[in-house]
């Protein structure tokens, strides 16, 4: 059986937004890997939807910075003017689906719920004794039910909580991003 390989927000914003050169090659790398059917690239439906949200933020906060508008204005509109935002986004709603359908779907990553059978306990320990926000709760939970080998992500908080899962590896951190590459990438 192939190792799954789940993917959370940052790590793919990282890719598509070009954020973080050695992150973005490394997803780079696992792509390749994961068409030749190496690996099996997996994230969460939550994931998509954070991936959605966070991409119309940025593309709003560009247009926001492009006409010159100050932070408060632009932070201001964000959390205010929901006409605002919605008129905006809609102008980058065509390139934000394109490139998260090119990235996600065109690469067949495999985009997971919480398997049939899930025993929701779990969650109550994941949030109540491992202090995990409710979305992460969902996502690590997903990646627990479909047995993922390695959880990449950025977050540190969320990294150091569920280390003891599985193998974690934060991809911003050079050097655990090295034992990936060392550990993982080259031994597949």
């Not at 927000?9 to 390749?32: G, S």
Request: aromatic share 12%.
């Amino acid at each position: 059986m192939n190792q799954l390989v789940f993917l959370d927000t940052d790590t793919m914003l990282d890719y598509l937004e070009n954020r973080h050169k050695e992150v973005r090659d490394i997803i780079a790398q696992l792509l390749l890997l994961h068409k030749k059917g190496k690996i099996a690239l997996v994230t969460s439906a939550f994931n998509i939807a954070e991936l959605i949200d966070k991409e119309f933020e940025t593309h709003f906060i560009g247009w926001c910075m492009r006409e010159k508008m100050s932070y408060d204005e632009t932070f201001g509109r964000l959390r205010r003017d929901e006409q605002y935002v919605r008129t905006v986004s809609e102008n980058s709603r065509g390139d934000i689906e394109k490139g998260i359908r090119e990235f996600v779907f065109k690469n067949r990553i495999d985009v997971l719920t919480l398997p049939q059978n899930y025993q929701y306990q779990e969650l109550y320990d994941l949030i109540y004794n491992r202090q995990l926000k409710s979305q992460d709760a969902v996502n690590v939970a997903t990646a627990l039910g479909w047995k993922a080998t390695y959880f990449l992500t950025n977050d540190s908080n969320l990294a150091e909580k569920i280390g003891d899962l599985f193998d974690v590896y934060k991809l911003r951190d050079d050097r655990l991003r090295e034992a990936f590459r060392n550990n993982v990438l080259e031994a597949v």
